[in-house]
């Protein structure tokens, strides 16, 4: 049975070293390796958890015995004689696991600059669905901030629109808590996640108080259409509130609507006159409980 994946909440998926100088070759070049000498990239962006890690070189190690290894890795040649691999460090995982001492491998004849290295393993992982939303995300926003590439540029790279590339980076910013949230309200795609993004910005505890009314009904949430009629209900109760006091036996409905961390009290009564000593009791009794 296989192990359930967990949640791959999102970090930083690449704090890049210096880009490594190769040695001598001008041209790339197709042969085998000693695995021996293979290293890995702990900047790679895909960022695994363990256990789904584990699962997967064990089922790809599995397909290599049986078929071999059908695609190279690549990797360029560090100062020491060791290789680092720049692309295919899954396939390199399983491939060492089967016991094989030698590897083929495409080794690069110069070296690549770190935007080119870091898009390649970025495209490969969208590819083979290896990240998830969250760190697509903060991958897009890595290439913005360090690289110092726009988002239309972004989304030509890697074959989407300026508009999902920063609904993306939106995705990826929101917080541990409302990532964990959605994982248990079972929200996960890419079409679900991007209301909840765009209200968080806007509301951050009318997302939250939607999520809990999510996962303690139990209900799959599965249209985008679904999410924003809930969201709007959820903000709507949450900016508008009756309350109650008594004035001379007398019931005083004060309407109060909260938007945009402002007030605004509407006080409903028969008679247009009310004690000003009252007045400002019910004003206290509301500031305290709805802040300053």
């Known amino acids: 049975m296989a192990k359930e994946k967990k949640l791959r909440l999102g970090r930083d998926p690449l704090d890049w070293v210096k880009p490594t100088v190769l040695e001598g070759k001008k041209e790339d070049e197709l042969r085998e390796i000693p695995v021996d000498k293979i290293v890995f990239d702990k900047n790679q962006p895909r960022v695994y958890g363990k256990d789904a890690e584990d699962l ?6 599995e397909s290599i015995k049986s078929v071999g290894l059908l695609e190279p890795i690549t990797v360029c040649k560090l100062p020491d004689g060791n290789f680092l691999v720049r692309l295919g ?4 995982k399983a491939y060492i696991t089967t016991g094989k001492k030698k590897i083929t491998a495409i080794i690069k004849g110069k070296d690549e600059s770190r935007e080119d290295v870091y898009l390649k393993q970025l495209i490969e992982n969208i590819q083979r669905k290896n990240l998830n939303i969250y760190e697509v995300g903060i991958a897009y926003s890595k290439l913005s901030k360090d690289f110092n590439m726009k988002q239309d540029a972004i989304g030509k790279r890697v074959g989407k629109t300026k508009s999902a590339v920063n609904k993306y980076i939106n995705i990826s910013k929101l917080p541990n808590e409302i990532k964990e949230k959605c994982e248990c309200a079972h929200i996960s795609s890419f079409r679900l996640l991007d209301p909840i993004a765009t209200a968080y910005n806007k509301n951050p505890n009318s997302v939250l108080k939607y999520l809990d009314s999510v996962i303690k009904l139990g209900k799959k949430v599965e249209k985008r259409e679904d999410i924003e009629t809930g969201l709007k209900k959820t903000r709507k109760k949450e900016e508008y509130k009756r309350e109650r006091f008594m004035f001379n036996n007398e019931e005083v409905t004060v309407n109060v609507a909260i938007k945009q ?3 605004n009290i509407n006080i409903n009564r028969k008679k247009k006159e009310i004690d000003g000593v009252y007045l400002a009791s019910i004003l206290k009794k509301l500031s305290r409980k709805y802040g300053e």
């Open 261 to 263: 961390n402002l007030v």
């Open 56 to 61: 997967e070189i064990k089922e790809l190690a």
């Open 89 to 92: 460090e899954r396939r390199a």
